[in-house]
């Protein structure tokens, strides 16, 4: 069935680089599976043009919007109103355009653990965690994994000023902690480990960390999904954790929060997910 554009209400994902976003693929199957109209494209915003670019978005009618990298931060400092998830993350991933305004959401946590207790069936409760980065992907999945009931949740970032500001913010001192990224050897080891690190982007050669911090119930979970996983992912099967999963879950299940913002209804991810999965299998799947 043909949109009608011009009726259709407009949304759009912000990010550099952007062209290989699935946003655009996913936010369209909701639309067309609970019959809404809406127009979603992906628009590529520089950092130093994404305040120009979004008020022109929101001049063209816009009624919302997701950011993704490296703009969740800056996406942040232009909101007039953000949810509480998202002050705690400093970050935000998902807009609402309200009263002339731009009122901001994080939904990467609830996306994250939604498929990880959901889909993927399985227990974040009383798991020590090691959330590896600080940025704006890790901020927006701390909060969430300290409310799934994780025992203790460890950051450690290669720049520790970042990992001392997330623990800061978190404001549980009792169970969230920050470390030196050269002292992982010596923090023992985990039964969730998350890597929201940029290891794999800008042409990285690998992922490496010491085998110790696995252990036999080990969950290790990659917030990226193809072929910047890889690295990650062939570290965890190779230091035996459990159970390895990737970010394409959480993509599919935040865009699901964020179009239930926005439209008041959730979308059935299952077959979304399962069609982007499919048509991800080889580079998902690669050694």
Request: proline letters at 4%; hydrophobic letters at 45%.
């Amino acid at each position: 069935m043909t949109t009608n554009q011009s009726t259709a209400a407009r949304y759009a994902v912000f990010g550099h680089p952007i062209a290989h976003s699935l946003s655009p693929r996913i936010h369209t199957a909701f639309a067309a599976q609970t019959g809404i109209a809406l127009e979603y494209t992906a628009i590529d915003a520089p950092p130093a043009q994404f305040a120009a670019i979004l008020d022109a978005f929101a001049a063209g009618g816009a009624r919302g919007g997701n950011v993704t990298l490296p703009l969740k931060e800056a996406a942040f400092a232009l909101c007039a109103q953000v949810s509480e998830r998202a002050r705690i993350a400093g970050a935000v991933n998902t807009l609402v355009r309200n009263d002339g305004q731009w009122h901001g959401d994080n939904t990467d946590g609830a996306g994250l653990v939604r498929d990880l207790t959901g889909r993927q069936g399985l227990d974040l409760r009383g798991r020590r965690a090691l959330l590896l980065g600080a940025g704006g992907a890790a901020r927006g999945v701390a909060p969430a994994l300290l409310d799934a009931g994780v025992l203790e949740l460890v950051v450690v970032n290669r720049t520790p000023e970042r990992a001392d500001a997330l623990v800061d913010a978190l404001g549980q001192p009792g169970r969230a902690h920050s470390r030196y990224w050269n002292d992982l050897a010596d923090q023992g080891d985990f039964e969730l480990i998350v890597n929201a690190t940029s290891a794999g982007r800008s042409g990285d050669a690998g992922f490496n960390a010491p085998f110790t911090l696995v252990n036999s119930r080990t969950l290790a979970v990659e917030l990226n999904y193809g072929e910047v996983a890889i690295p990650f992912l062939a570290w965890a099967r190779a230091a035996g954790c459990r159970d390895v999963v990737d970010g394409l879950g959480m993509l599919v299940e935040q865009a699901a929060e964020a179009f239930e913002l926005w439209h008041g209804v959730r979308p059935d991810t299952g077959p979304v997910y399962e069609a982007l999965r499919a048509q991800n299998a080889r580079l998902v799947t690669a050694d």
